[in-house]
């Protein structure tokens, strides 16, 4: 059903190359737009990409430190036995698909995922519910490995734990494999971009296909005459929200007047002094032209325009 591979003592460098081979379980429910903090844009970003991106950040790391005091939470509530697998498993039917599990059950056909979460996102754990991202980790963990079930359990910072066990449902795998393999062929291994989504990482992937414009080409405008409307219209609305956001901004900086913060039981707002040292480029350029032309680096852009016709 899957093949092991001992990522024990792999270096982090080895194990996120071997990552990229394939889609894992934080990658399921990006793919599926169920993730609000990943898209199938940044998936496909890292699949295709030859750079290995090590990203982290303090909630990753506290989430990596706390992921064994979850399961021994799990284990003093629950009973059970946990244990860590110390592989990565790849279904033999579907080799695009990978799972790095947090932990295995001992004595039953089930695995545990380990979550840390802060307590402003608390309401997305109320009364037992259970992300919707996170439940497509799950079932693709239950797609890879062929268990019958899986637990995830919660340790939500300051205010409490909780866990929840989620049976296999092998309609919502078999619909999964389906979009899972869809974008791992039609994308990642074609080359083809998933649709646009207007984040930053898809501007960088869009400049990546498209660096530069052949001089003097021009191509027919067909079909967009209306989504060209709206962005007018959008613009508009833009230009009116930021004066009302900066009018809010001078009326709190009057009041402030010398101070440097100013704090309510909701917000915290500072005006602080600093200074910045910038380079004249202009002088360098026009008093020292040798030094400037030497340390001078040229950078290829395209600019995007709208003008109406």
Not at 40 to 54: E, L, Q
Not at 95 to 122: H, Q, W
Request: neutral net charge.
């Amino acid at each position: 059903m899957y093949e092991s591979i001992c990522i024990a003592n792999m270096k982090r460098e080895d194990w996120l190359k071997l990552r990229k081979a394939g889609i894992g379980g934080s990658d399921a429910g990006a793919i599926c737009g169920l993730n609000p903090y990943s898209t199938p844009m940044s998936v496909y970003r890292d699949k295709t990409s030859v750079h290995i991106s090590d990203e982290d950040n303090e909630a990753m790391r506290q989430g990596r430190d706390l992921e064994d005091y979850v399961a021994r939470r799990f284990m003093e509530l629950t009973g059970l036995k946990v244990r860590r697998s110390n592989m990565m498993y790849r279904s033999r039917e579907h080799p695009f698909m990978i799972a790095d599990v947090d932990r295995l059950i001992v004595g039953e056909d089930a695995g545990l995922e380990c979550k840390t979460a802060s307590a402003y996102n608390a309401d997305k754990w109320k009364n037992g519910e259970v992300p919707a991202h996170y439940l497509v980790q799950c079932h693709h963990y239950m797609a890879v490995t062929g268990k019958n079930k899986w637990y995830i359990a919660v340790v939500i910072l300051g205010q409490g734990f909780q866990y929840a066990e989620i049976k296999r449902d092998q309609a919502v795998i078999n619909d999964l494999i389906s979009i899972e393999e869809a974008f791992w062929n039609v994308n990642v291994k074609a080359g083809v971009m998933p649709d646009p989504d207007g984040s930053k990482i898809c501007d960088e992937i869009i400049a990546r296909y498209y660096p530069s414009a052949k001089k003097g080409q021009a191509v027919p405008l067909i079909g967009f005459d209306k989504k060209l409307e709206r962005r007018q219209e959008i613009d508009v609305l833009i230009k009116k929200l930021e004066i009302e956001s900066n009018q809010i901004d001078q009326e709190i900086k009057i009041y402030m007047e010398e101070a440097e913060s100013a704090v309510s039981d909701k917000f915290r707002v500072s005006w602080s002094s600093y200074e910045s040292a910038r380079l004249d480029s202009k002088r360098l350029k026009s008093e020292q032209p040798e030094i400037y032309q030497k340390f001078s680096a040229t950078n290829q852009s395209r600019r995007f325009m709208v003008r109406v016709a």
